[in-house]
């Protein structure tokens, strides 16, 4: 009778078992975001060996809402980042590429902020309000549209882009409506949303303008 | 699928945690690398890495010696009309020159004038004051040069 009772109770033997507990980081991890996102970073090029692949470097992947915090409040802020670099945030496993298979058909909703001095004062904001409204999938319904979002430090402007798996104009719309109040724009200021393909094309207009 | 709101996230921000702090530590350090040397590159493009030290001992750069022009100053350099192209009755295209400003009558008013400077030679009256150098002239070589008339009274005794 002891043995077979032995024998059932086996498995509800706490020893060697892993439990929420066990490590620091699942500890920690009391918000799970429902996916894995990476930091990547584009490094200005300050010698001209340096190519594309070179610059674009992975800086950390989290999951939950307390380590993004962590990253971001121990990170440069995006107005202290210098000339020509790139911040990206995307799905673990998606290379901000065009070339990445899940990057291929898609395209990007962006908004070009022009006045550099003005907007040294809220880029932060701006760009925080972007990042939380990617991890914690509010810049869509249930589309699953979004790979990622981008930010571009440039001399003359600073970009902000929302990255698509396709462009379906059905699916997109509510991505471009939720960027424009994500970013506080006014009525007036357009957000365009161009393919990868026609990025190539300097002269090609955008696919659908908000 | 679980969702958050804005609000809902900054609501977590004080429960941070930092994963892998080494990782960001080794980041920061190559922001902050490549920062630095795009400084020094615009300090050195401003002094082309030209210094001197001043009365005081410090090391100083000659950045306010080289100031370029701007390149936004207002002037805009005029643009050469390109040449038009004249195609006559059998097909031919030639490039015509563009006209001047002056009119046909200007032209030989011109013609006019130039003919006449040629036939009169011109007398040039040479002022030391006019020359090029605004050096003063010796005054010793004005005495010896300057002819003068003096009255010699031995020699009028003679007559």
């Known amino acids: 009778m002891s043995e077979e009772l032995a024998t059932q109770t086996e498995a509800l033997s706490l020893e060697n078992k892993e439990t929420i507990l066990t490590t620091k980081e699942d500890f920690t991890a009391k918000h799970p975001l429902n996916n894995k996102w990476t930091l990547w970073y584009t490094k200005p090029q300050v010698n001209k060996s340096e190519n594309w692949h070179d610059l674009l470097k992975p800086v950390i992947t989290f999951s939950s809402v307390e380590e993004f915090w962590g990253i971001y409040n121990s990170i440069p802020p995006a107005n202290q980042l210098p000339m020509k670099s790139d911040y990206h945030l995307f799905k673990e496993g998606i290379k901000p590429e065009w070339e990445d298979e899940q990057n291929a058909k898609g395209g990007k909703w962006q908004y070009s902020f022009g006045n550099r001095r003005e907007i040294n004062a809220t880029i932060n904001d701006l760009w925080l309000r972007g990042l939380l409204s990617i991890i914690g999938e509010t810049i869509e319904d249930d589309e699953d549209e979004v790979n990622g979002i981008v930010l571009n430090i440039r001399k003359q402007v600073i970009k902000i882009g929302i990255w698509t798996k396709d462009c379906d104009e059905t699916k997109l719309k509510t991505v471009g409506e939720r960027l424009k109040k994500v970013l506080k724009l006014a009525e007036e200021q357009r957000v365009e949303f161009t393919s990868h393909d026609a990025s190539n094309d300097k002269n090609a207009k955008p696919q659908i303008v908000l | ?159």
């Open chain 2, 1 to 159: 699928m679980v969702k958050y709101t804005e609000e809902q996230l900054i609501e977590i921000k004080p429960e941070a945690y930092t994963p892998q702090p080494e990782i960001l530590d080794e980041f920061n350090k190559l922001v902050e690398s490549v920062t630095l040397e795009f400084a020094e590159k615009g300090a050195r493009r401003n002094h082309n890495g030209d210094s001197f030290i001043d009365e005081h001992g410090n090391e100083r750069t000659y950045n306010y010696l080289n100031r370029r022009r701007g390149s936004r100053s207002g002037a805009r350099p005029l643009k050469k009309k390109a040449q038009e192209v004249e195609v006559d009755d059998d097909g031919w295209a030639t490039l015509t020159k563009h006209k001047k400003s002056f009119s046909d009558e200007a032209v030989d008013e011109r013609d006019q004038f130039r003919e006449a400077v040629r036939s009169e030679p011109t007398k040039v009256k040479i002022s030391n004051k006019k020359m090029g150098s605004s050096k003063a002239v010796d005054s010793r070589d004005t005495v010896a040069d300057k002819h003068t008339n003096t009255f010699n009274a031995f020699e009028a005794l003679d007559d």
